[in-house]
T-cell receptor, first 110, second 111 residues
Framework: AQSVTQPDIHITVSEGASLELRCNYS??????LFWYVQSPGQGLQLLLK??????LVQGIKGFEAEFKRSQSSFNLRKPSVHWSDAAEYFC????????FGTGTRLQVFP | DTGVSQDPRHKITKRGQNVTFRCDPI?????LYWYRQTLGQGPEFLTYFQNEAQLEKSRLLSDRFSAERPKGSFSTLEIQRTEQGDSAMYLC?????????FGPGTRLTVL
């Protein structure tokens, strides 16, 4: 069955530090992968997507993610975190519908 | 820019009442999705439409839930005889290809 795992429920970083949020997926075919961000009480905003081609994809707000087929991973990275990045982050795989992970809550300390 | 809109944004109701939510997708998008999100969880798929045809329903969608998209434009999600377990954020999304765009959600609280 298709699934997405985000092993880290909660991550805390200092402003200016680098960030990596982990995502592992289970899907038989070539996956379409996404990262979304959600601020409290809000809908989901797309950060970036992978469909095919270059395995390192760039997104909005300085985020990037790398698709590694051998590890079934699609980790999200940012070299320098800003306080405004504090939010919930969801990884998802598209199988006609989106299957989401349980999310990682990012807290940023000044 | 007219993104996906949802109405109402918040709904408080008493157990046993019926509620209806509306979603207006991006105009040229032919697919429309409904998801439910409970506190501390990722969104879970409920159902989706391609134009006016409802193509898939999740096992989460009990008999008390019904969704329509009568003219392939806006969609409604109705919950009959609400239960406290129905309290959640209901998210709507629309897509043309493989990328889904989400609305702000309707937060339902059942007392």
């Amino acid at each position: 069955a298709q699934s997405v795992t985000q092993p880290d429920i909660h991550i805390t970083v200092s402003e200016g530090a680098s960030l990596e949020l982990r995502c592992n997926y289970s899907y038989g075919a070539t996956p379409y992968l996404f990262w979304y961000v959600q601020s409290p009480g809000q809908g989901l905003q797309l950060l970036l997507k992978y469909f095919s081609g270059d395995t390192l994809v760039q997104g909005i707000k300085g985020f990037e993610a790398e698709f590694k087929r051998s590890q079934s991973s699609f980790n999200l990275r940012k070299p320098s975190v800003h306080w405004s990045d504090a939010a919930e982050y969801f990884c998802a795989v598209n199988t006609d519908k989106l299957i989401f992970g349980t999310g990682t809550r990012l807290q940023v300390f000044p | 820019d007219t993104g996906v809109s949802q109405d109402p944004r918040h709904k408080i109701t008493k157990r046993g009442q019926n509620v209806t939510f509306r979603c207006d997708p991006i105009s040229e998008h032919n697919r429309l999705y409904w998801y439910r999100q409970t506190l501390g969880q990722g969104p879970e798929f409920l159902t989706y439409f391609q134009n006016e045809a409802q193509l898939e329903k999740s096992r989460l969608l009990s008999d008390r839930f019904s969704a329509e998209r009568p003219k392939g434009s806006f969609s409604t999600l109705e919950i009959q005889r609400t239960e406290q377990g129905d309290s959640a954020m209901y998210l709507c999304a629309s897509s043309f290809a493989n990328e889904q765009f989400f609305g702000p959600g309707t937060r339902l609280t059942v007392l």
